[in-house]
């Protein structure tokens, strides 16, 4: 059983910068698939972008290619996405998923394939 809880969420004007936490329970295993996903109300969850926790190729939605960035902190077993340029469009409820066991590329977009999820943080981006 893992454990993840998100952290950074808050209310940003447009243009801003926010920083999401992704703490997990325990020390990943090096190929297991963390991801962070959006959701509004009335609407599916929006795959943003994921990574595998050993390193190498990252995939972002093409909506934040550019502006987000993931990254992982070993040391703290902890995950990141970083939002530049803040748009209203990116308003939402931000959640971490995390798989423990790897799985083909073309299939990281999809939520179904992600055992663990956190509680979700609050992002709202206004004026």
């Known amino acids: 059983q893992v454990h993840v809880v998100e952290s950074g969420g808050g209310l940003v004007q447009p243009g801003g910068s926010l920083r999401l936490s992704c703490a997990a329970s325990g020390r990943p295993p090096s190929d297991s698939l963390w991801a962070w996903f959006r959701q509004t109300p009335g609407k599916e969850r929006e795959f943003v972008s994921a990574l595998r926790w050993n390193g190498g190729t990252q995939n972002y939605a093409d909506s934040v290619k550019g502006r987000f960035t993931m990254s992982r902190d070993n040391a703290k077993n902890t995950l990141y996405l970083q939002m530049n340029t803040l748009e209203p469009e990116d308003t939402a409820v931000y959640y971490c998923?995390?798989?423990?066991?790897?799985?083909?590329?073309?299939?990281?977009?999809?939520?179904?394939?992600?055992?663990?999820w956190g509680q979700g943080t609050q992002v709202t981006v206004s004026s």
């Open positions: 998923a995390t798989r423990s066991r790897a799985i083909v590329y073309g299939r990281w977009r999809d939520a179904a394939v992600y055992d663990y």
